[in-house]
């Protein structure tokens, strides 16, 4: 089932992803907020308390983890809003046109891709100036490949969000995906705590986290690679895990699209 | 050479055939109107030449191309304006219009040209800045319309155009359908169930009836297949008619005669959707107390002419709506109506039953409708759970197959 790809559609898509999610100011201060308050509130406040893991202050801990926070929730939303075009009716116009579905989906997780990571680049400045990351010339380098490993990371959530948007019919159930997919998705993924401190059963939740993965690499990213507090593994094989998680969720989210029904 | 030809376009959805057999040409600089009630088969017939839908047998071709095999010439040659909304409220007309044009890859300068164009045509220009959700119902009839030419098609489809508008702005998108198609020859086909808008658009119109083809003519000849004038008898009392209809069929002047429903469907309508819905909950109560439905007496089978039944049982329990009971109005066509009138008079006086009212017109496409299908075309009561069964299947059906 190869359908024929079209730049300029995946483009066109692209394009309308960004024009909404800027227009609609209120959702980015809310969600940017939302980041914020478990910065400043967790940060802070469980900082005191916990002062930190291996030398390293809680909120330069936290920090990486509640940037992913704002990048599987902004991303995994934009991905069920394939359910709102079919509601309000503007799925027909896109396929009707003469484009290939595949085309419109991947303007459709290109666009969830960037906007979420944007959200990601605000929070990761608003921890950057709380004082979460050492200024040292390698973080230049670490911010630059933390924004790679964003768009990675919510091009697989986006995916996930279609995939689960393709499967349901109407919104009433997105209470559901929040408490059953994007909360555990969020809290296993080692933003409060590092795994070796977790007992033994929730680790191996952990390790089936994909989101644990991007958190350790943007932690990579972000703090330095002499960190002690990554996982079991090495960056490359949390980025191996992460990028085929992406292109498993890529591959289902466009099939499941490509059947949806209008 | 024809720019659209249908040949046995057939759709079935599981046991229901929507679209049955349907052949047909449209010329080019054409507007031809699909008629018929809901659930006739008009969007699925649209859908299927749209290759939105893909036939169960037979094919068609839009503007020279297979709508089975090369759908993306098909989909470049047409526009489609939908019978929903499928506008994106949140982003402005011209971010509307700038969106498709993309999508059907034109070129930038091409495409602010057209927006420009097409905007001034629409009469959107000055609000083309502002975001939809801002427009009137009508403003946003006219976006959609103007998206769906911005790619310049060979042929627009519009699927029930002015429906749910008010009678002001529905002429004045009747206008601007006429002045597309004069001053750009853009061969238009569209669906209705207003047989005025029918009349007034269409070159010709094509009746559909439970996905047949039953007419396909010019307005005028349509209703010269019904020379004569009609006269409507309204009559006290339903019991009159089985008494008076042989005695008119006699006459010779008189070419047919039809009986038809009371004025008030859309009110039995609603009653009868209301009595449909205590059944399901099985809160019948004493609506219907000559009614058993259910396995209870062993009849899993639903009366065939429960509408009628329900209708009645609700009149008659609350007592208002009565009358709305049986069927008191017979339709006679009739040579030189006029002067036949009192004849009529006198015929029906003979017999004892008592008239509440005359009318005289001439033939409207109403009256071809019903002398063509035997049905009104607003009136859902004659075969009223086949028309609710097949427009829920077609409905639900339309969702489940659409191509990408």
């Known amino acids: ?262 | 050479m024809p720019v659209i030809e249908a040949n046995n376009l057939t759709k079935r959805f599981g046991p229901l055939t929507a679209v049955d057999h349907v052949s047909f040409s449209v010329e080019e600089g054409e507007i031809l109107g699909f008629l018929g009630p809901n659930g006739a088969g008009k969007t699925t017939t649209l859908n299927m030449l749209a290759t939105l839908l893909r036939p169960t047998s037979g094919t068609a071709t839009v503007n020279g191309h297979d709508i089975l095999e090369e759908s993306d010439a098909v989909r470049r040659s047409i526009g489609f304006v939908f019978q929903d909304p499928t506008l994106d409220i949140e982003l402005t007309g011209h971010e509307n219009l700038d969106f498709h044009g993309r999508l059907y890859g034109l070129k930038r300068d091409v495409r602010q040209q057209r927006i420009k164009e097409i905007l001034k045509v629409v009469q959107l220009t000055d609000r083309a800045d502002d975001l939809v959700k801002t427009y009137s119902g009508g403003m946003k009839r006219r976006l959609e319309i103007a998206r769906g030419l911005l790619h310049y098609p060979k042929v627009l489809f519009l699927d029930e155009p002015t429906l749910g508008l008010d009678p002001q702005t529905r002429r004045a998108i009747w206008e601007h359908i006429q002045r597309l198609n004069q001053d750009e020859n853009i061969t238009i086909i569209l669906t209705t169930h207003y047989t005025e808008e029918a009349d007034y658009l269409c070159d010709r119109i094509q009746i559909i009836d439970f996905g047949k083809i039953v007419a396909l003519d010019t307005p005028d000849k349509l209703k010269a297949r019904l020379e004569g004038d009609i006269v409507s008898l309204v009559f006290k009392d339903s019991a009159a008619i089985p008494k008076i209809k042989p005695l008119l069929e006699k006459k010779g002047w008189v070419r047919r005669v039809d009986e038809v429903a009371s004025d008030n469907n859309h009110a039995a309508m609603s009653r009868m959707m209301q009595a449909m819905r205590g059944m399901a909950s099985g809160n019948m109560g004493g609506m219907m107390p000559s009614m058993s439905f259910g396995g209870a007496a062993g009849r899993s089978k639903i009366p065939k002419h429960m509408p009628q039944k329900i209708v009645q049982g609700i009149g008659g329990g609350n007592g208002e709506n009565g009358r709305d009971g049986g069927q008191r109005r017979l339709n006679l066509l009739v040579d030189d109506g006029g002067h036949r009138i009192p004849e009529i008079v006198k015929l029906v006086d003979r017999t004892g039953a008592v008239l509440e009212s005359v009318e005289l017109h001439k033939p409207t496409l109403d009256d071809v409708f019903l002398s063509v299908t035997g049905r009104n075309i607003r009136d859902e009561r004659g075969s009223f759970m086949e028309t609710v069964r097949r427009y829920r299947i077609v409905r639900e059906a339309r969702g489940q197959h659409v191509r990408g």
């Not at chain 1, 499967?167 to 909360?183: G, Y």
């Open chain 1, 1 to 262: 089932m190869v359908q024929p790809l079209s730049g300029q559609a995946i483009y066109v898509v692209l394009l309308r992803e960004l024009k909404r999610y800027w227009r609609a100011k209120a959702r980015i201060i809310a969600s940017v907020a939302q980041s914020f308050f478990f910065l400043v509130i967790f940060g802070l406040g469980l900082g005191s308390f916990i002062g930190g893991f291996g030398g390293m202050n809680y909120l330069s801990y936290l920090g990486p983890g509640i940037i992913g926070m704002g990048l599987l929730f902004g991303s995994v939303f934009s991905g069920v809003s394939v359910i709102f075009d079919r509601q309000f009716g503007f799925m027909k116009e896109m396929l009707v046109a003469p484009v290939s579905r595949t085309s419109i989906i991947l303007g459709k997780i290109l666009g969830g891709a960037v906007t979420a990571s944007i959200q990601g680049i605000i929070l990761m400045t608003v921890a950057g100036l709380m004082g979460a990351f050492t200024p040292t010339p390698a973080l230049a380098a670490g911010v630059l490949a933390a924004v790679g490993v964003m768009l990675l990371i919510t091009a697989g959530f986006v995916g996930l969000g279609v995939t689960i948007g393709s499967a349901l019919s109407d919104f009433h159930a997105f209470q559901l995906i929040a408490t059953f997919v994007m909360w555990p998705l969020f809290m296993l993924s080692g933003v409060f705590f590092p795994i070796d401190m977790a007992p033994a059963p929730l680790q191996v939740a952990m390790l089936c986290d994909p989101m644990f993965y991007g958190v350790e690499l943007l932690r990579w990213c972000l703090l330095g690679a002499g960190t002690p507090l990554l996982g079991p593994f090495g960056w490359l094989i949390a980025l191996g895990v992460l990028a085929g998680f992406t292109a498993v969720m890529v591959g289902i989210g466009t099939y499941l699209f490509s059947r949806v029904q209008v």
